[in-house]
């Protein structure tokens, strides 16, 4: 009777895996391109996709930042070692929404072989960083320069590998990682974007060193790899060869206890500690139709992110949820949260993130314009900045592809700010930025281009946001297509 009673759970649960209109047949989530279907010949391979498909949610933030060593070693350069570009960024650089008004210091660390200086200079003047050490997750450690544990004095933070028991030396600043590597992502602040002001940013973020503990004694030079005319990216990958970078990271990087649940769930696709990932034809067709899926359901996720909005009334909205922002200030400790498909959807669009939200940055992004359309790249659009931006630094406005979330290939440049050379104010003091494959006449110095045969997406940056800003006394109303 028991083996009976058994065998008919197992029937249905065989059948609600399936299709209900077709036998051995899934149909899998309709992307925004076209509709894949999904055949499964048993339950092993169902559990292959349906499990792949996890992988994907959960491990979007360990691959995001993965990809970034990957190109880092296509572009001849290493861990322990620092990624600038020395220049404004054009889109050579396929990252996920980087910022293209500032000089980029990126430290990219590997603690392998014992802890990791991380040595920041003290303010200079307008001369400053902004920015954050985060680990292979992407979860900050803590915030760096005058928003930062430093407070603009500068210092020594030293980085420690996972479950590092050892004294602190004097002099340093503790920064315990989850994970072996990780970077930090380091914005040396312009002023007015001239020739002058771009060189001084330069000089001042190569005074950042980053060595290891044991060599304290005698610093060796830091290795600083200029990316300005090389290709570099993370845009994610949504092929097999998503789960060849996430076994990369699984093979380096510690388990962490929150995540334990997953050692099973990642063998079933071939992915286990200690084992070279391998997929034969009928394995890498079941995981790309998975992944697939899973990008048409992280896509249509990320369009219900903007609710609610940040100003009432418009479209835009912070692109990370309130329980993401939460378990990333806290370290994932919060209790009763650990949300792992709202992260998916914020790392699948943008890479780093901040230990306190709000004190040395804050963005909002809008995919829609005040009618509820998506931006097409082939109209004119125009976003009104009122007067007085409540920032301390600097305010900025990007545009990027839609569907990479990386800028927009080909533009000569591809953001506004109030850095810019030639930005042009209305009498009151406030700005108008346009967004169209052509500029209107006599607007051109506050034009953004995009692309006439693609949809874009913006990114309003506001650098060292004030009391206002948060009080919502000032507010940046929806853009409107110009007709």
Excluded at 101 to 113: F, H, K
Aim: glycine content about 6%; aromatic content about 10%; some cysteine.
């Amino acid at each position: 009777m028991k083996s009976k009673v058994l065998s008919i759970i197992i029937v249905i649960c065989l059948l609600s895996c399936t299709n209900s209109t077709t036998k051995n047949e899934t149909t899998a989530v309709t992307d925004t391109t076209q509709t894949t279907v999904f055949k499964p010949v048993d339950f092993e391979e169902q559990l292959i996709y349906n499990r792949a498909i996890e992988a994907v949610i959960w491990g979007m933030p360990a691959v995001n930042s993965e990809l970034l060593h990957e190109s880092l070693i296509k572009a001849k350069g290493e861990y322990n070692q620092i990624i600038y570009w020395s220049g404004l960024i054009s889109s050579k650089n396929q990252t996920l929404t980087p910022n293209p008004d500032v000089i980029y210091i990126n430290p990219l660390y590997d603690t392998r072989q014992g802890p990791v200086v991380l040595e920041i200079p003290a303010v200079e003047g307008v001369s400053s960083l902004t920015g954050s050490l985060d680990d292979g997750w992407q979860t900050a450690i803590e915030d760096i320069g005058p928003a930062g544990v430093d407070k603009g004095k500068g210092g020594k933070y030293l980085i420690l590998p996972p479950n590092y028991k050892d004294a602190i030396p004097l002099g340093y600043i503790p920064m315990p990682s989850s994970t072996y590597t990780g970077y930090a992502i380091l914005r040396s602040n312009l002023t007015d974007a001239s020739a002058s002001d771009i060189k001084r940013a330069i000089e001042y973020g190569k005074k950042v060193k980053i060595y290891p503990l044991s060599e304290a004694d005698n610093p060796p030079a830091t290795t600083f790899v200029d990316l300005i005319d090389t290709p570099f990216g993370n845009t994610i990958p949504y092929n097999v060869h998503f789960f060849e970078v996430l076994s990369q990271f699984v093979q380096r990087e510690p388990w962490l206890s929150r995540d334990l649940a997953m050692i099973d769930q990642l063998k079933t696709i071939g992915i286990e500690k200690g084992k070279t990932f391998q997929a034969d034809a009928r394995r890498q067709e079941i995981l790309n139709a998975a992944i697939k899926d899973a990008h048409s359901w992280i896509d249509k996720k990320f369009e219900k992110i903007f609710t609610p909005p940040y100003y009432e009334g418009t479209n835009w909205a912070l692109p990370a949820s309130p329980d993401v922002v939460k378990a990333i200030m806290s370290n994932y400790m919060a209790p009763n949260i650990y949300p792992i498909d709202e992260r998916a959807i914020s790392y699948s669009m943008a890479y780093f993130s901040a230990k306190k939200l709000g004190t040395g940055q804050y963005y909002l992004m809008t995919v829609k314009d005040n009618k509820d359309q998506s931006f097409d790249g082939s109209k004119l659009y125009k976003l009104h900045l009122p007067a007085k931006v409540p920032v301390k630094l600097y305010w900025s406005v990007t545009a990027y592809d839609r569907e990479t979330h990386a800028l927009i290939l080909g533009m000569k440049y591809s953001s506004r700010a109030s850095t810019s050379p030639g930005l042009q104010k209305n009498t009151d003091g406030s700005v108008d930025i346009y967004f169209g494959a052509k500029a209107p006449e006599g607007k051109e110095s506050n034009w953004v281009p995009t692309d006439p045969k693609r949809k874009f997406e913006l990114l309003a940056r506001f650098y060292g946001p004030e009391k206002d800003f948060f009080e919502k006394a000032w507010k940046m109303a929806d853009v409107e297509e110009v007709k």
